[in-house]
Antibody, heavy 122, light 106 residues
Framework: EVQLLESGGGLVQPGGSLRLSCAASGFTFSNYAMSWVRQAPGKGLEWVSGIRGSGGSAYYGDSVKGRFTISRDNSKNTLYLQMNSLRAEDTAVYYC???????????????WGQGTLVTVSS | DIQMTQSPSTLSASVGDRVTITCRASQSVSSWLAWYQQKPGKAPKLLIYKASSLESGVPSRFSGSGSGTEFTLTISSLQPDDFATYYCQQYNSYWTFGQGTKVEIK
């Protein structure tokens, strides 16, 4: 059974930093791209960042480019999101999401974690 | 960047109704379009991928169609468990979600 478990969320002041983790199990982690998707309170879904299975290529949404860094440790089956220079508008539930099989295309998200809440406030 | 626009934003319907949600892309995404269902406090759930392929385990009352810039999600006979918010997502060029369509009880 595929499981994705996020951790690391919490309350941080504007300008601060936070690192999110997503522990994966139930599939061969290194074979799949992974992404972070966030949802501000009462709002829709926003793709934040993605990384290929090998970790060789990473992608960022315009709103976080230059502030956030995605990485993965395939030996630990864990995905990370380092968030720096945090702003109030980064307040959201952050989900990690697994890319679907190759047959689905490159790619939609077939499994999601339960999310971790990040609150940026003084 | 590709923008995704869903309509309507909110839809009021009754159990048994046929429901259609539309998603339009600002440029062609071919068939690289997915639909998700999200209930309050829960993670999104994949319903449809490649515009019209039903994800395993998803009831057959859900169907998707379209290609290029216009897509639809149809629920053939709305069930109590279907009251939720639905999102489209393109994955032709990076990844973009629509703003969501809330299906509520009439």
């Amino acid at each position: 059974e595929v499981q994705l478990l996020e951790s690391g969320g919490g309350l941080v002041q504007p300008g601060g930093s936070l690192r999110l983790s997503c522990a994966a199990s139930g599939f061969t982690f290194s074979n799949y791209a992974m992404s972070w998707v966030r949802q501000a309170p009462g709002k829709g879904l926003e793709w934040v960042s993605g990384i290929r299975g090998s970790g060789g290529s990473a992608y960022y949404g315009d709103s976080v480019k230059g502030r956030f860094t995605i990485s993965r440790d395939n030996s630990k089956n864990t995905l990370y999101l380092q968030m720096n220079s945090l702003r109030a508008e980064d307040t959201a539930v952050y989900y990690c999401a697994k890319a679907g099989p190759q047959s689905y295309g490159d790619h939609c998200f077939d499994y999601w974690g339960q999310g971790t809440l990040v609150t940026v406030s003084s | 960047d590709i923008q995704m626009t869903q309509s309507p934003s909110t839809l009021s319907a009754s159990v048994g109704d046929r429901v259609t949600i539309t998603c339009r892309a600002s440029q062609s995404v071919s068939s690289w379009l997915a639909w998700y269902q999200q209930k309050p406090g829960k993670a999104p759930k994949l319903l449809i991928y490649k515009a019209s392929s039903l994800e395993s385990g998803v009831p057959s009352r859900f169907s998707g169609s379209g290609s290029g810039t216009e897509f639809t999600l149809t629920i053939s006979s709305l069930q109590p468990d279907d009251f939720a918010t639905y999102y489209c997502q393109q994955y032709n060029s990076y990844w973009t979600f629509g703003q969501g369509t809330k299906v509520e009880i009439k």
